[in-house]
């Protein structure tokens, strides 16, 4: 029971120290200024699917994973600059006691304070159009609140590696640049390497998946597809590092995935697919942080 106690613990300081409340504050927040946006905007003439696209835009791409880096990254290196650890092991806790139980409490806040959001995005559906597809709607959320559960995973993974605040703050930071601003550019490279050129509209599907693989564009599809409403990502890489003509950038659209791979998906485009990545995401860094953490000098 060591394990599920220290989750406990953790879970009441981050109760007791008002972060959990302050997550999903600025998530609470975040819905409410969409929202009062998509009213100014006449969202409610249009298509309930299109909170998707907003939501996914601002929260997903980036409150979401922020908010998961900061509430991770200070789980196990904060106790082990502290000298917290060694009182934990003195109480008979062993390192997979301590791991399992800051991931747990870790996990529990971002997956409340998303559900939270979810729960206030669905609701403005509910208030401003008369039908909406909630099958769509449901999906999109149970999407959001696992790649949270990524990013949690990570950060939680990175601050078992590091041996100081600054190191795991700067594999959080890495992390998001990496997804963010590196993995489309390498995947270009990449494609350039194998293919001789840049990748165009009607890329190779190889190249798509290379590129599903980063998580957040593997939930940015989804979401898309979801929503019947190409997603930007945080920077529009279609338009830099692809050979797309310019007027099919105008109509954004049209970069759906659905629309640039010819005839039918392979099984490896699913939507679905998206689900075991993320998972994966989660997983992996976790393995790997674990592995480090055991074999740690916490001296």
């Known amino acids: 029971m060591s394990a599920p106690l220290i989750a406990r613990k953790d879970f009441e300081d981050a109760v007791r120290s008002r972060m959990i409340w302050a997550v999903m504050a600025v998530f609470v927040f975040l819905m409410v200024v969409i929202s009062a946006g998509a009213a100014t905007n006449g969202l409610e003439d249009a298509e309930a699917t299109e909170i998707i696209s907003l939501v ?100 939680v993974a990175v601050s078992a590696m ?54 957040l564009a593997a939930y940015t599809q989804v979401a898309s597809e979801l929503a019947d409403q190409f997603i930007w990502g945080i920077v529009g890489w279609e338009g830099t590092v692809e050979d797309v003509p310019e007027e099919t950038l105008q109509e954004p659209n049209a970069l759906l995935l659905s629309e640039r791979v010819s005839g039918d998906l392979p099984l490896y485009l699913h939507d679905w697919v998206a689900v075991p990545i993320l998972l994966l995401w989660i997983a992996i860094p976790l393995g790997i942080g674990y592995w480090r953490f055991k074999r740690a000098d916490l001296n």
């Open 162 to 215: 590091a041996s100081s605040r600054m190191q795991a703050m700067a594999g959080a930071i890495g992390s998001y640049v990496v997804f963010t601003l590196v993995w489309h550019p390498m995947s270009a490279v990449i494609h350039y390497l194998v293919e001789g050129g840049l990748p165009g509209y009607n890329a190779p599907e190889w190249y798509f998946f290379l590129l599903r693989l980063n998580p």
């Open 56 to 155: 996914a835009n601002v929260g997903g791409q980036l409150m979401i994973p922020i908010l998961a880096l900061l509430v991770g990254y200070m789980a196990i290196v904060g106790e082990r600059q502290s000298g917290s650890l060694r009182v934990l092991f003195g109480l008979s806790h062993n390192r997979w006691d301590v791991f399992i139980g800051k991931l747990a409490s870790r996990l529990g806040v971002i997956i409340i304070a998303t559900v939270v959001a979810c729960l206030v995005a669905l609701g403005m559906v509910v208030a401003l159009f008369d039908s909406f597809p909630a099958q769509e709607l449901v999906a999109f959320s149970l999407l959001t609140v696992l790649l949270g559960m990524v990013f949690t995973s990570i950060a």
